[in-house]
Nanobody, 119 residues
């Protein structure tokens, strides 16, 4: 199983980006997926979560600006980020519980995608 995070880049404050977290492998499906971020010199923090039933939860710092969603046909979870602020600058990682053959849940991390918001 591979978990691929993508969509990061450089954007001006107030702009938008959409991150993707795609899982690939044979006979797999996503369960719950989290987006984390880690800014330089800071600890990794949980940004948003989506359960297998589609329930979502957000860090206070991103509520109302970020939206997490999923497309189970594509084994992909998205993080739509609007009204970006310089303090959103970080490497964003996805973390997923994945159903693998044998009806087992395994946890995977994506490789991270850099988001830079200029003021």
């Amino acid at each position: 199983v591979q978990l691929q995070a993508s969509g990061g880049g450089l954007v001006q404050a107030g702009g938008s980006l959409r991150l993707s977290c795609a899982a690939s492998g044979i006979a797999i499906s996503l369960n719950a997926v989290d987006w984390y971020r880690q800014a330089p010199g800071k600890q990794r923090e949980l940004v948003a979560t989506i359960t297998n039933s589609g329930r979502t939860n957000y860090a206070d710092s991103v509520k109302g600006r970020f939206t997490i969603s999923r497309d189970d046909d594509k084994n992909t979870v998205y993080l739509q980020m609007n009204s970006l602020k310089p303090e959103d600058t970080a490497v964003y990682y996805c973390n997923a519980d994945v159903w693998v053959p044998g009806r087992r849940l395994q946890n995977y991390w994506g490789q991270g995608t850099l988001v830079t918001v200029s003021s």
